[in-house]
């Protein structure tokens, strides 16, 4: 099966979650060719990066070969970095002084807790930077073949990518060159799923292993709170609604406001269609509705191991539509007030969590 990317319209940025499960343990391990571990330090000024390295005494001497295994043409993690900087340098970005940390962050485009420093291939890694351009960003992506999209970062670390409430204008980062669609493996006691993101329209959750929300899911369902029917009413990506259905609820209704979270969701029902035992479809136009949304609009739905339904909208509006539910998760962003949330969905559901 293949799907298409909803960023760029390749067929190669969605693996199926099925695939990714299967080959994710192996696909940033080194090889028995492979160097040891450059120990190059995050802080070292590029200048003194490569102190020791003869091959390397300037940034001319960086290029896409530059220390990449002729046996599996996987590179370092460090080395891509480095050979960004270089490039930041060369275009006047950066001195002599800068360091890998300036660089930006790095994410994997398969994301999960790798215990051990990361080779990379072609296209598996996405750029969040803070000092960049969208001539660089061209360069980066059209020289450093690991790199797949280059993000430009707008606003404080901590402004959340996305909306806060239906009253407010989405916050979302640049995409200056190349694809951001990037998966993260997620972790459970009923199961994993690969949950896919255009990460420059979606809130970045760094997790260490399980993340704290499923870890509040898996006590619910020993409290046998998942059996029935379950809403996620601002679901993201859909982790929360997704990992409901592999714990086994009987419905699940998925919703948020913001069109690319709705996207993103539609796409993981598709990625993680038979993982989940979920055949998919679509009822109406994805590109005519609008960016954030009021009413609430049925937008897919999906039938199999449970019944799911998608919508498009304001989550006190849903609780008007929905007759009746178990279960109401809220994964509101942090210091958005939630009271008023909850009292909208009292009567409607049985139970009504804030996460
Ligand atoms: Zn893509
Ligand atoms: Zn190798």
Same mark, same amino acid.
């Given at each position: 099966m293949t799907i298409i990317c !909803?960023? $760029?319209?390749?067929?190669?940025c969605v693996i199926p979650a099925d695939m990714v499960l299967e080959s994710a343990y192996t696909m940033y391990a080194a090889c028995q060719s492979c160097m040891a571990d %450059? #120990? *190059?330090?995050?802080?070292?000024p590029f200048d003194r990066l490569f102190d020791g390295v003869d091959a390397i005494g300037g940034i001319d001497d960086i290029d896409d070969a530059t220390m990449r295994c002729q046996s599996c043409g996987k590179r370092h993690l460090d080395l891509v970095v480095a050979h960004v900087l270089g490039i930041l340098i060369r275009e006047g970005l950066c001195d002599m002084q800068a360091t890998l940390s300036d660089v930006g962050t790095p994410m994997i485009t398969i994301g999960y807790q790798i215990p051990f420093p990361p080779r990379l291939g072609r296209d598996t890694l996405i750029l969040i930077m803070n000092t960049i351009d969208k001539k660089t960003a061209e360069m980066i992506i059209s020289e450093v073949s690991e790199v797949k999209g280059v993000i430009q970062r707008k606003g404080? /670390?901590?402004? !959340? *990518?996305? *909306? /806060?409430?239906? #009253?407010s204008s989405p916050h979302t980062y640049d995409l200056l060159a190349g694809c951001d669609l990037r998966g993260d493996i997620v972790l459970s006691a009923f199961g994993e799923l690969c949950i896919y993101k255009t990460q420059s329209d979606t809130h970045i959750e760094f997790s260490r292993g399980k993340s704290d929300k499923v870890q509040v899911l898996e006590s619910l369902y020993y409290q046998r709170r998942l059996l029935g029917s379950v809403v996620d009413a601002c679901c993201g990506a859909g982790t929360l609604g997704l990992v409901s259905v592999l714990a086994g609820a009987r419905e699940v209704i998925l919703n948020d406001a913001f069109l690319p979270a709705v996207k993103n969701t539609i796409l993981n029902i598709r990625a993680n269609a038979s993982v989940l035992g979920l055949e998919l479809e679509v009822h109406?136009? /994805?590109?005519? /509705? %609008?960016?954030v949304a009021g009413a609430p609009v049925l937008v897919a739905t999906a039938h199999g191991s449970c019944d799911v339904s998608v919508y498009h909208g304001d989550l006190v509006r849903l609780a008007a539509v929905?007759?009746? $539910?178990d279960l109401c998760l809220i994964d509101a962003f942090i210091g958005v007030p939630t009271a008023g949330f909850a009292e909208a969905w009292k009567d409607t559901a049985r139970m009504v969590v804030t996460i």
């Amino acid at each position: 099966m293949t799907i298409i990317c !909803p960023r $760029c319209g390749s067929s190669g940025c969605v693996i199926p979650a099925d695939m990714v499960l299967e080959s994710a343990y192996t696909m940033y391990a080194a090889c028995q060719s492979c160097m040891a571990d %450059p #120990g *190059i330090g995050k802080q070292t000024p590029f200048d003194r990066l490569f102190d020791g390295v003869d091959a390397i005494g300037g940034i001319d001497d960086i290029d896409d070969a530059t220390m990449r295994c002729q046996s599996c043409g996987k590179r370092h993690l460090d080395l891509v970095v480095a050979h960004v900087l270089g490039i930041l340098i060369r275009e006047g970005l950066c001195d002599m002084q800068a360091t890998l940390s300036d660089v930006g962050t790095p994410m994997i485009t398969i994301g999960y807790q790798i215990p051990f420093p990361p080779r990379l291939g072609r296209d598996t890694l996405i750029l969040i930077m803070n000092t960049i351009d969208k001539k660089t960003a061209e360069m980066i992506i059209s020289e450093v073949s690991e790199v797949k999209g280059v993000i430009q970062r707008k606003g404080s /670390l901590e402004h !959340p *990518i996305g *909306i /806060l409430d239906t #009253g407010s204008s989405p916050h979302t980062y640049d995409l200056l060159a190349g694809c951001d669609l990037r998966g993260d493996i997620v972790l459970s006691a009923f199961g994993e799923l690969c949950i896919y993101k255009t990460q420059s329209d979606t809130h970045i959750e760094f997790s260490r292993g399980k993340s704290d929300k499923v870890q509040v899911l898996e006590s619910l369902y020993y409290q046998r709170r998942l059996l029935g029917s379950v809403v996620d009413a601002c679901c993201g990506a859909g982790t929360l609604g997704l990992v409901s259905v592999l714990a086994g609820a009987r419905e699940v209704i998925l919703n948020d406001a913001f069109l690319p979270a709705v996207k993103n969701t539609i796409l993981n029902i598709r990625a993680n269609a038979s993982v989940l035992g979920l055949e998919l479809e679509v009822h109406v136009d /994805l590109s005519e /509705l %609008p960016v954030v949304a009021g009413a609430p609009v049925l937008v897919a739905t999906a039938h199999g191991s449970c019944d799911v339904s998608v919508y498009h909208g304001d989550l006190v509006r849903l609780a008007a539509v929905v007759d009746r $539910c178990d279960l109401c998760l809220i994964d509101a962003f942090i210091g958005v007030p939630t009271a008023g949330f909850a009292e909208a969905w009292k009567d409607t559901a049985r139970m009504v969590v804030t996460i």
